[in-house]
């Protein structure tokens, strides 16, 4: 009993998958997955911060986006490895906030970023001549800080919101982490405002940025038709395939899974597979994808590796 008004527990239970046969190597499968994205951004952004040619507006947005996904994936992969490989399944009370607030706020960074991204395609599509006028250092660096700023407001406020439940009965969160709307379905007194703030949160992280998204695509269509040469329309669209790619990637299966629960019955199982994909997938995927879809990166990986190995033939002659 806390402050004699609120029931908190001492801890959660993390129940998992329900009797899943060979559920072990699906964690395993989750470790390669962490280990490759590790790899994969973290090879993203050193060439990023060694190339200096790359260190443009557009690619603080790309740099932002590939830490994103290293820390999203870290704030939630070691954690479910520990608690189901190694069973243990009992998560502290404060523990269980503080990684629902770290998954939710990485996820909805990763959510704006892609955002940003797209305002980066349109104005370089739409106005190209006004394009190092409009999205520069300054302008871009300060709405990625609105996006990180926005964005742990927003997960603060909903763990806060956590806070002011009374959990008297089941502590068993059918999830895979201490997610909101399996832990808000435990309590015992009203949990409408959690309600709401769920909604709220599908609304502005998920519906919100897709369709910001598909405007500018819509709009970038629309300048590609009035472009007269072949060559420069499909140059101009290869510059969006990678960003197109990731799009999908992250908002389809996290809209399907979030809208199959609200409208229908779906498995346990079912959504902690969905859901663990959603949340680890696309971080491997994303530096895989926009290193071998962007040339400019890989003339600068090229460059790279021909200025490493010119190092080492000289050392090894001296």
Not at 156 to 173: D, E, K, N, Q, W
Not at 218 to 242: Q, W
Not at 256 to 271: D, E, F, I, K, W
Not at 275 to 302: D, F, G, Q, R
Request: proline share 4%; hydrophobic share 50%.
């Amino acid at each position: 009993m806390v402050n004699d008004t609120f029931v908190r527990p001492a801890t959660f239970y993390l129940n998992g998958f329900f009797n899943l046969p060979h559920a072990t190597y699906f964690y395993v499968f989750l470790c390669f997955v962490y280990i490759m994205t590790v790899v994969g951004n973290g090879f993203l952004m050193s060439v990023i911060y060694l190339v200096k040619t790359l260190h443009s507006a557009k690619y603080m947005i790309v740099f932002s986006l590939a830490l994103t996904d290293l820390c999203g994936s870290t704030a939630l992969i070691p954690k479910v490895l520990d608690t189901f490989l190694f069973d243990r399944r009992y998560i502290v009370y404060e523990a269980c906030l503080s990684y629902m607030f770290f998954v939710w706020f990485f996820a909805f960074v990763q959510s704006w970023t892609l955002v940003t991204m797209s305002f980066d395609r349109f104005v370089a599509i739409c106005f190209p001549l006004r394009y190092h006028s409009i999205v520069t250092k300054p302008v871009v660096a300060l709405i990625l800080f609105f996006v990180w700023f926005c964005s742990s407001g927003f997960s603060a406020s909903a763990v806060g919101l956590i806070s002011r439940l009374s959990f008297c009965g089941s502590l068993v969160v059918p999830s895979f982490f201490c997610d909101h709307g399996p832990v808000y379905h435990l309590a015992c007194n009203d949990m409408s405002v959690n309600y709401i703030m769920g909604t709220f949160a599908l609304i502005v992280f998920d519906c919100i940025p897709l369709i910001l998204i598909a405007l500018t695509y819509v709009c970038n269509a629309v300048a590609l038709r009035r472009i007269a040469s072949g060559a420069e329309r499909l140059k101009a669209l290869k510059t969006c395939t990678s960003h197109v790619i990731l799009v999908a990637i992250f908002f389809l299966p996290l809209l399907g899974t979030n809208l199959a629960v609200m409208t229908s019955y779906l498995h346990p199982n079912t959504r902690t597979i969905s859901s663990i994909l959603t949340h680890t997938v696309p971080a491997l995927l994303n530096p895989i994808i926009y290193s071998l879809k962007t040339a400019e990166l890989m003339k600068s990986v090229k460059k790279l590796w021909k200025n490493n190995r010119l190092k080492n033939i000289t050392l090894t002659k001296l």
